[in-house]
Nanobody, 124 residues
Framework: QVQLVESGGGLVQAGGSLRLSCAAS????????MGWFRQAPGKEREFVAA????????SLADSVKGRFTISRDSAKNMVYLQMNTLKPEDTAVYYC?????????????????WGQGTQVTVSS
């Protein structure tokens, strides 16, 4: 069982930055690929970023490439999403997810555990 708790969301102006954090429970954290997804009102949940269990490989959605970075600190059981040059279209609830595989996926249904989400609002 893995429990995930996100933090770091908030209100920011366009062009600003935020760093989301995800604290994970469990002693085998490095066995899990981790992902960030987001869901805006009236829209489906969409992939944002993912990182392999060993942290050596990452994937980013085209819409955030060059602006967002995903990283993990397995010693602290933490995953981070650094978001720069934020745009109003980045406004959404952001979710941290864990996949009981070492390799990541961009498909949200392949993730086994989810956090409660953190709101990110970008004003124009």
């Amino acid at each position: 069982q893995v429990q995930l708790v996100e933090s770091g969301g908030g209100l920011v102006q366009a062009g600003g930055s935020l760093r989301l954090s995800c604290a994970a429970s469990g002693r085998t954290f490095s066995n899990y690929a981790m992902g960030w997804f987001r869901q805006a009102p009236g829209k489906e949940r969409e992939f944002v970023a993912a990182i392999r269990g060993n942290g050596y490989s990452t994937s980013l959605a085209d819409s955030v490439k060059g602006r967002f970075t995903i990283s993990r600190d397995s010693a602290k059981n933490m995953v981070y999403l650094q978001m720069n040059t934020l745009k109003p279209e980045d406004t959404a609830v952001y979710y941290c997810a864990a996949r009981a595989r070492s390799y990541y996926s961009s498909d949200y249904y392949s993730y086994d555990y989810w956090g409660q989400g953190t709101q990110v609002t970008v004003s124009s």
